[in-house]
């Protein structure tokens, strides 16, 4: 399991058909306040490793190839040599996503509202990794 940073770093974790099913209840919600927040699960590295070991019934290990700061300059190299202005995704998006999701930037803050709309069953990281083996 490749991380940056901290191993026990809580990410915030929702698989998009969870997204999608959260955001129709809420968009036929008259009641709806103009924020919610919603994690289909919390784990950190270290807890999706164990998910995927529990999933799969195969050993995984945590590597940790450096710190924050080490992949805040490989963005930046990656940039600079890659830059694709005129992508919708540049190769670099998906390495910046990962940095403020290790570093707990993007991580929610307050109660979630999970519970909001109570027909609603979040996926957990086991059973998406089980059901995509």
Known sequence: MLYWGNADQPLDLTTMQDTADFTAAAALDPGT?????????????????????????RPYRLLRPGGLGLLSTLISITKTLVPASNDVFPPWQGMQYLRNMLSGEAKL?????????????WTTVRAMLAANR
């Open 33 to 57: 306040p103009r924020y919610l927040r919603v994690a289909g699960e919390v784990a950190s590295p270290r807890q999706l490793r164990e998910a995927a070991s529990a999933a799969t019934g």
């Open 109 to 121: 803050q307050g109660p979630l509202d999970n519970n909001r709309y109570p027909g609603l069953e």
